[in-house]
């Protein structure tokens, strides 16, 4: 049993690196969930279509984190929490230190008050391990834009914006850095999963 989350600023390549862990793991006989935020449930897909619609410009920020965390508390409850007590292996592309980043540094909305919301809506839940997929926001970006059916409300924002995200990951990470590993996500993709495994190995989530 393990609860593994993936972070990173847009197009950081984070979904792919979970996906292919989601594999290897699958191949290697472990029961293993792979899901997201905000999503994983109906009610939480619904939501997410509110938050990440571009046209949803006038959404308050207060407005947004409320969102995000009704979406994270039905995903607990309805898909995480059941299956970590079966002991299968939860990965989730973005959790809750996205809203720190995102809402918290990005928007401006005061840390305690999210760490609060936050720990009701998770009920205390917390990753036992987390890759935060690292690269310039205009890297990042750039990558993003190659695929238009992706860009959402966020892709939209400021630099200026992008840049309090990713100074926002990094102080997080440094504060628990047991929980978290910083991956530099400018490196080929199967150099990053072979980083992510090793990792994977070491702290004992699966046996080598």
């Known amino acids: 049993m393990a609860f593994i989350t993936f972070e990173g600023i847009e197009g950081s390549g984070k979904t792919t690196q979970m996906q292919l862990l ?3 793991l699958q191949a290697r006989g472990e029961q293993v969930l792979a899901t997201r935020e905000p999503g994983g449930t109906a009610i939480g897909d619904r939501i997410r279509a509110i938050l ?3 046209n949803h410009t006038e959404m308050a920020a207060e407005t947004e984190i409320l969102l995000y965390s009704a979406a994270r508390a039905q995903i607990v409850r309805q898909i995480i ?21 995102y809402q918290g540094y990005g928007r401006g909305l005061p840390l305690n008050i999210l760490r609060d919301i936050t720990a009701f809506a998770t009920g205390g839940l917390v990753p036992d391990l987390t890759f935060y997929l690292d690269l ?35 102080e997080l990470a440094a504060a628990e850095p047991r929980r978290w590993v910083v991956l530099d996500a400018g490196q080929p993709a199967e150099l990053i999963q072979e980083t992510i495994r090793q990792e ?3 702290r004992g989530v699966v046996q080598a």
């Open 81 to 101: 929490r059941p299956h970590l007590e079966q002991g299968w292996i939860v990965l989730c592309d973005r959790f809750f230190d996205s809203t720190l980043a």
């Open 200 to 202: 994977v190995l070491a």
């Open 136 to 170: 310039p926001v205009e890297v990042g970006l750039r990558r993003k834009a190659q695929t238009p059916a992706e860009w959402t409300r966020f892709e939209a924002e400021t630099l200026a914006f992008h840049r309090r995200v990713r100074k926002g990951y990094l």
């Open 52 to 54: 990440l619609d571009p």
């Open 22 to 24: 989601r594999d290897w």
